[in-house]
């Protein structure tokens, strides 16, 4: 066949019917073009749904003839006579042809979906043209691989950053609280050490300190004053004081100076009492700070030391600059007027004069200082308490084996 085929189909007068008579063929396939060709079928579809053979005009027909379709004529069937040769000649002919139309069709479909790969890779369906975009569904999760707008990347990233080094709440406030506690735990701690036997004997038998004019040794001071004390940290009541007599027979301690002593009970003990909460809500947080939060405990005591070195300093300069004002100012805070004044010759005066109140004082000023100091300096924040020569570490060791 070829493209002379229609123009002679035009001019042609109408053919007889074929001869139909199949007795004398064989069993081989009429249609012996369109089986497999080695692993290439010849009869699959081609880039642009076409069919080897299937544009040819004409067919085999049963009786040595091939009908063809006349384009030009309308559909027209002509009727080509030929021997059964002639036919199996053409067949053979036309299963070359088809062949090699197929395997040089999937070779351009490969060449096609190698230099286009975003088109796809597998050749045309069967309907479809060669030239025709072919239609791929999107995968479900597709959209997950869609960046959102620069805009809201950085806010993500700002608020992830924010997020990282944002701090719990709950271990700043308990360094805070572990750092208001400690200053006074401190004070607490000293003037229960002041308000001691052996505080007096340091007192009493120390150089300088001035004796009583009214008759008291060393012994009986040390004697009646141990009762005084004792009498601040126990559970007994005014008689404890009040029942008391020197050599002479009279009591030792007047009413008013048993009240007194009574009063100073109670500020001693509430404070005692306050000291042993606060002492219990600071292993509390130094045990929850231990746990969550690293470094926290040293921060929290370092900020303490702090506030205690200022807190004493403080003081300190006001007691030394008019100590009678400080101590009269001190007693009104925790005591009613006129209920802690006394007579030169009282007991309470002789046993505990103006120089003893001076030196606890300076004792308990400096017991604080001291703990204060030696905490501040085991706290300071070094580049190793602070973990920055364990980081650097890793990092040197990393940019040794880079140059290496």
Known sequence: ?????????????????????????????????????????????????????????????????RIGWNEAAGGTKTAQPGSRADRKAAEAAVGSSGAGSSAAGAGATRTSAEETPSAGSSAAGPGSSAGSPVFKEPLPTSALHVRPPEEEVERRNAQRESAANAKPVAPRVMQVLLAIIYPVILLILAVRAVT???????????????????????????????????????????????????????????????????????????????????????????????????????????????????????????????????????HRIFFADGSWTFSLDDALIRLFPSQFWIDAGIAIAALVLLTSVVTLVLTWPTRRRRGIAQQEKPDAEQEKADQA
Request: proline content about 8%; glycine content about 14%.
């Open 196 to 330: 001691s036997p052996l505080f007096l004997w340091v007192e009493y038998n120390r150089p300088g300190f001035p004796g009583d004019g009214y008759g008291f040794s060393t012994d009986d001071r040390m004697t009646y004053g141990s009762y005084a004390v004792d009498y601040l940290s126990n559970w007994a009541g005014p008689r404890y004081l009040g029942d008391l007599v020197h050599r002479g027979g009279d009591k030792l301690f007047k009413e008013g100076e048993v009240s007194h002593m009574a009063d100073v009970k109670v500020v001693i003990l509430s404070t005692f009492g306050a000291g042993a909460l606060l002492l219990l809500l600071a292993l509390i947080a130094i045990l929850y700070l231990r746990r969550r939060s690293t470094g926290g405990v040293r921060r929290g005591l370092f900020a303490g030391s702090i506030i205690t070195l200022a807190l004493i300093l403080g003081l300190g300069t006001l007691a030394a600059l008019g100590w009678q004002q400080f101590f009269t100012e001190f």
């Open 1 to 65: 066949m070829n493209d002379e085929t229609p123009a002679r189909a035009k001019n042609a007068a109408p053919q007889p019917e074929p001869f139909l008579d199949m007795s004398g063929d064989s069993d081989e396939p009429a249609f012996s073009w369109l089986t497999p060709a080695g692993k290439h079928k010849p009869g699959a579809d081609q880039p642009g749904g076409e069919k080897p053979g299937a544009d040819k005009p004409g067919a085999d027909k049963p009786g040595g003839e």
